[in-house]
């Protein structure tokens, strides 16, 4: 199995930026799709991005211009650069793996979940 750690979250102010990290056990991480995924209370969890194994990307429209998935697989770690942050965007935000080939925001389609780390924006 793949283990998946966040880190990064914290407490900013709208229109701060802030940087998640989701470092995956060794095996193979270049070859897995990754994926950001965030759930407020009260809310189902829902899509963010994804970065494929080739490097390609996907995001939900409510980011597109602000945030930022990059992958360095010699570190196996995926980021999550989020600026122009809003208040909207407060959630515990989740990375996710999966060695299909798929990268998109079908949640059922990833196989390895982290912890989460917790993101919120004050007004």
């Known amino acids: 199995q793949v283990q998946l750690v966040e880190s990064g979250g914290g407490l900013v102010q709208a229109g701060d930026s802030l940087r998640l990290s989701c470092t995956a056990s060794?095996?193979?991480?270049?070859?897995?799709?990754m994926a950001w995924f965030r759930q407020a209370p009260g809310t189902e969890r829902s899509f963010v991005g994804a970065?494929?194994?080739?490097?390609?990307?996907r995001y939900v429209e409510s980011v597109k211009d602000r945030f930022t998935i990059s992958r360095d697989n010699a570190k196996n770690t995926v980021y999550l650069q989020m600026n122009s942050l809003k208040p909207e965007d407060t959630a515990n935000y989740y990375c996710?793996?999966?060695?299909?080939?798929?990268?998109?925001?079908?949640?059922?389609?990833?196989?390895?979940w982290g912890q989460g780390t917790q993101v919120t924006v004050s007004s």
């Open positions: 996710a793996a999966t060695d299909a080939i798929y990268y998109g925001p079908d949640l059922w389609r990833y196989d390895f």
């Open positions: 060794a095996r193979t991480f270049s070859n897995y799709a």
């Open positions: 970065i494929s194994s080739g490097g390609n990307r």
